[in-house]
T-cell receptor, first 110, second 112 residues
């Protein structure tokens, strides 16, 4: 079983709609979590950190559920420019290693 | 903004060649990492370094080595390139891992 698992998608989303997707992690000792965004043939870029209480950054909301070991990302009022692959990332409790999920592809269509 | 620079965007090398991938960061970060990214497999950690002359194996170190002679530079070496090392290689750095990584723009390596 992969340490960090994501539905690869694609999630086809009408422009202006809301989309949400989850990521599950297997290591209950994972300390911190992040969402990265990766455009086609580009490097991943940090979208947001995920805090225990959940956090919001504009149209993006991240939630952490430690009991069920998943994190979620919700995008409101989707824009065409939100089309990308979203990578879920977990920080291991021991050491400084980040473990990446395989990514969820989101396609926002007019 | 932190800048992580990878020397080449695209490389084509022959099987058996020794290949050097260079990565430089400009923010005095302690930690540097090399990943490869392949379709269906995601990002996999090859090697990382927490300090000059220090290196640690990641999840898939076989066929690779690294060098960190200066804090700002972390080199990935393919001792004898093979076709299964055709991939996108991404370098990353950070000061404190809880802040996440900053990635370079990647090197797409093709071994023929």
């Amino acid at each position: 079983r992969k340490e960090v698992e994501q539905d690869p998608g694609p999630f086809n989303v009408p422009e202006g709609a809301t989309v949400a997707f989850n990521c599950t992690y297997s290591n209950s000792a994972s300390q911190s979590f992040f969402w990265y965004r990766q455009d086609c043939r580009k490097e991943p870029k940090l979208l947001m950190s995920v805090y225990s209480s959940g956090n919001e950054d504009g149209r993006f909301t991240a939630q952490l559920n430690r009991a069920s070991q998943y994190i979620s990302l919700l995008i409101r009022d989707s824009k065409l420019s939100d089309s990308a692959t979203y990578l879920c990332v977990a920080l291991e409790a021991a050491g400084n290693k980040l473990t990446f999920g395989g990514g969820t592809r989101v396609l926002v269509k007019p | 903004d932190v800048k992580v620079t990878q020397s080449s965007r695209y490389l084509v090398k022959r099987t058996g060649e020794k290949v050097f991938l260079e990565c430089v960061q400009d923010m005095d970060h302690e930690n540097m990492f090399w990943y490869r990214q392949d379709p269906g497999l995601g990002l996999r950690l090859i090697y990382f370094s927490y300090d000059v002359k220090m290196k640690e194996k990641g999840d898939i170190p076989e066929g690779y080595s690294v060098s960190r002679e200066k804090k700002e530079r972390f080199s990935l070496i393919l001792e004898s390139a093979s076709t299964n090392q055709t991939s996108m290689y991404l370098c990353a750095s950070n000061l404190v891992v809880s802040y996440g990584y900053t990635f370079g723009s990647g090197t797409r390596l093709t071994v023929v």
